[in-house]
């Protein structure tokens, strides 16, 4: 009964391939997250979708698009990987509105991404 | 200067110490404030939320200062198992944006 889980934990693929990552959360939440924590372990929000509407886009690269096909799901796909994209990353999600504007961001496990 | 501010650390402290650490803020429009703490190779989960009157959870003490915009935690009797990195996260602006600092790496030894 994982809160908020994502597939694969760990892609290993070669520079210019695209891939996906897949997020899903069971715990009703109505607003998810993509994070990205870099070698340095930075971790810096990507996008945050509310209903299945984005609501954030942080200076990302054109060639991450994230999908919800519902509330439920967020996924992140990437064209033409680089180098650079190597990270961990983390999908979240939460609901707003509850505890006086205190919410919780429930991570996944996240997903180890190296690019060769 | 970035948005949100920790040091780094790493602190290496004994058990049963009390350590504190600071974190600053840029925005002074920020709304709610926590702290998260991040096993080795996990995810982030939350510790606890900082509350204006300052909030306390066993060892743990969390308190927030509006005029200085900074939040601090504080564990007592420090245990080999509060040994993680304990990230600053900050709440403001439009809807759900969070910003979550560079994290405070504690090492607790025997």
């Known amino acids: 009964d994982t809160a908020v889980s994502q597939t694969p934990k760990y892609l290993v693929t070669q520079m210019g391939n695209d891939k996906s990552i897949k997020c899903e959360q069971n715990?009703?939440?109505?607003?998810m997250y993509w994070y990205k924590q870099d070698s340095k372990k930075f971790l810096k929000i990507m996008f945050s979708?509310?209903?299945?509407?984005?609501?954030i886009n942080e200076t990302v690269p054109n060639r991450f698009s994230p999908k919800s096909p519902d509330k439920a799901h967020l996924n992140l796909h990437i064209n033409s990987l680089e180098l650079g994209d190597s990270a961990v990353y983390f999908c979240?999600?939460?609901?707003?509105?509850?505890?006086?504007?205190?919410?919780?961001?429930?991570f996944g496990p996240g997903t180890r991404l190296l690019v060769l | 200067r970035k948005e949100v501010e920790q040091d780094p650390g790493p602190f290496n402290v004994p058990e049963g110490a009390t350590v504190a650490f600071n974190c600053t803020y840029s925005?002074?429009?920020?709304?709610?404030f926590f702290w998260y703490r991040q096993d080795c190779r996990k995810e982030p989960k939350l510790l606890m939320s900082?509350?204006?009157s300052g909030n306390e959870d066993g060892r743990f003490t969390a308190q927030l200062n509006r005029a200085s915009q900074y939040i601090s935690l504080l564990i007592r009797d420090s245990k080999l198992s509060d040994s993680a990195t304990y990230l600053c996260?900050?709440?403001?602006?439009?809807?759900?944006?969070?910003?979550f600092g560079i994290g405070t790496k504690l090492q607790v030894i025997p």
């Open positions: 979240a999600s939460s609901q707003p509105g509850t505890s006086g504007g205190m919410e919780t961001q429930y």
């Open positions: 715990l009703g939440h109505d607003t």
């Open positions: 979708y509310n209903n299945k509407e984005l609501i």
């Open positions: 925005n002074s429009a920020s709304q709610s």
């Open positions: 900082v509350y204006s």
């Open positions: 996260v900050v709440r403001s602006g439009g809807y759900q944006k969070v910003t």
